[in-house]
């Protein structure tokens, strides 16, 4: 018998709406300036109201959090600053009683220098099973052709250990040494830690940088074989003993190398649409549908049980790792004219900042988001347009304290402002007092209730998360055109004709719907229909930034 989860449809994830967030981000129950369970706990009805059906956790693990949690110093227990182990079961059988789904991170590339295993690892001889849990050298310069992800931290991918004698390898911060994934003892204890999380019920696991678990000499140490192998037996654990759970993979890789995490659907169920998002900012920046085209032409099919994770920003930088040259050139004096909006290779702004605040815009890329081929995924903070704090070191700018009201602290603590774990944004335009949840929430016309709205509509039609994508080809490059459609079960069809323009000027749009000839398409958002479709041209106006989802509904029967 599988352990159940709390989703009936084992293909749930395909309908979800996911909202990230950090524990110690969103609210604080204790006044300590962090963060906790029961502060999420109590602010599951602003979730549940805004529609939201699976919330990830970012780490909430014990830790040194010199990586904000991506650093565990012990997998199967809750940071003492967010918590209790009890504390993180209320919460999620609380998310449960709500129908709402929960995903926690997987982070077994690496751990913390702090970790238990790697305190004995140094000590023990070399060769010894305490020693083989991570991946060791006597020079630095095996894996050469492996490249450096924080390129502005990390000058090597080893580090030297005086205690062992010996260099580490590390994809990331040089205090967080990679496991060693030829070790089978490695495996056995990442299944350990996975089956406790996914006995006491968690719905979904975030695989994080999972192209890197396996090293060779020679290759560029990512998306190797041997590493979809593990992938794959993480996969059989779940699926010989749990149902409908998720995998989420976090592959930062070009379309043909991310791809392979889906495998033949025996790897993971859902993997993060990389390729796809900064070509949508690049689209919008160039009034020119494209960068998007083009990049969706360039992805594989994927397997029936699977589905693209889709989003516009996370809480790391907005990765420019996978882009030409030309095109990062491009980003970057497009959307980070100030150097301090820059980490790594990327930009660690928010949405709203990136969109210079533009209403139009912040819609239209949700609009995207929202009607693409895959399950979208939202940022906390995004739904009120919340600001950055770009004086903040690494990507801390982008994970400043949730903005619930205009008291103290934002509404989010009762600590003395100087205790918050991050200072709370202040500036003029996204500071606490301008943007905030209460005042949204009374304000029928807020980014929050048109958030709110439009998730509402997006879950009453299945085709957004389970329906095919083709688009149309218009004269006019700042108009995106697509149909999306799905068959029901009866047959009949559900489909929907989305038109963004992508200009900052309104744009005429002549759309070849010949093929839907006689069909009555009806705007979704009014329910106001719209003239019939026929073999000439449909011609549509639209306003700066604006978009159309139309329902095409088959013919009505007239009365005689
Ligand atoms: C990916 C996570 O998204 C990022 O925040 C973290 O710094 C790296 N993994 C390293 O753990
Ligand atoms: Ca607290």
Redesign the pocket.
């Known amino acids: 018998m599988k352990k159940p989860a709390s989703a009936t449809d084992p293909l749930w994830y395909k309908d979800a709406i996911i909202y990230e967030l950090h524990v110690r981000a969103f609210a604080d129950s204790n006044g300590d300036g962090i963060g906790d369970f029961p502060g999420l706990l109590a602010r599951l009805d602003y979730l549940q109201d805004l529609g939201v059906t699976c919330i990830w956790l970012l780490p909430f693990f014990p830790s040194p959090l010199r990586?904000?949690g991506?650093?565990i110093s012990n997998y199967v227990d809750v940071h003492p600053s967010y918590g209790t182990l009890n504390d993180f079961k209320s919460f999620l059988d609380a998310a449960h009683q709500r129908n709402m789904q929960v995903m926690i991170e997987l982070?077994i590339?690496?751990t913390s220098d702090q970790h238990p295993w790697f305190k004995a690892a140094r000590v023990a001889p070399p060769g010894s099973a305490a020693r083989e849990m991570y991946v060791w050298s006597t020079t630095d310069q095996l894996y050469k052709d492996a490249r450096i992800i924080f390129t502005d931290s990390e000058k090597s991918n080893w580090t030297w250990d005086e205690t062992a004698k010996a260099y580490y390898w590390h994809r990331?911060?040089s205090h967080?040494p990679d496991l060693n994934f030829d070790n089978p003892a490695v495996i056995e204890e990442v299944l350990k830690a996975m089956r406790f999380w996914l006995d006491m019920g968690v719905d979904a696991l975030r695989l994080?940088?999972i192209p890197y678990l396996v090293e060779r000499d020679g290759t560029s140490c990512e998306n190797l074989p041997e590493t979809h192998a593990v992938i794959r037996t993480i996969r059989a654990a779940i699926d010989a003993d749990y149902a409908n759970r998720l995998v989420l993979a976090?592959a930062n890789q070009w379309p043909a190398d991310v791809r392979h995490y889906f495998g033949d659907g025996d790897e993971c169920h859902m993997v993060f649409h990389f390729p796809l998002m900064p070509r949508i900012y690049m689209a919008l920046r160039q009034e020119d549908r494209l960068p998007i085209t083009d990049i969706m032409a360039q992805t594989p099919a994927i397997p029936d049980n699977c589905q693209w994770g889709l989003f516009l920003r996370?809480?790391?930088e907005l990765t420019l790792e996978m882009v030409t040259a030309d095109e990062r050139d491009y980003m970057y004096i497009a959307y980070s004219t100030n150097p301090r909006m820059r980490v790594n290779v990327g930009i660690r702004r928010r949405l709203a900042p990136l969109l210079d605040n533009n209403r139009r815009r912040i819609e239209l890329l949700n609009s995207l988001l929202l009607s693409f081929p895959g399950t979208p995924i939202l940022y906390y903070g995004d739904e009120i347009g919340m600001g950055d704090n770009i004086f903040l070191g690494d990507?801390n700018g982008i994970r400043t304290p949730m903005q619930w009201n205009s008291d103290r602290n934002a509404g989010f603590s009762k600590c003395d402002p100087a205790q918050l774990y991050l200072p709370i944004v202040m500036d003029p335009i996204y500071g606490y007092q301008a943007i905030n949840v209460e005042a949204q929430l009374s304000d029928q016309s807020s980014l929050l209730h048109w958030t709110r709205n439009m998730i509402a509509l997006r879950k009453l039609f299945q085709v957004f998360g389970r329906g095919t994508l083709s688009f149309l080809n218009p004269a006019n490059r700042k108009i995106l055109a697509y149909l999306r459609d799905l068959k029901r079960g009866d047959g009949s069809h559900e489909t929907v004709l989305c038109v963004a323009n992508l200009s900052r000027f309104a744009q005429p749009v002549s759309l070849d719907l010949a093929d839907h000839s006689g069909t009555e398409p009806v705007e979704m958002l009014g329910y106001v229909p719209f003239p019939t479709i026929t073999e000439a041209s449909y011609v549509l106006s639209l306003a700066p930034y604006s978009f159309l989802w139309l329902e095409l509904q088959p013919p009505s029967v007239k009365p005689a």
């Open positions: 990586d904000d991506y650093d982070v590339n690496h990331f911060f967080q994080d940088a976090e996370n809480h790391d990507r």
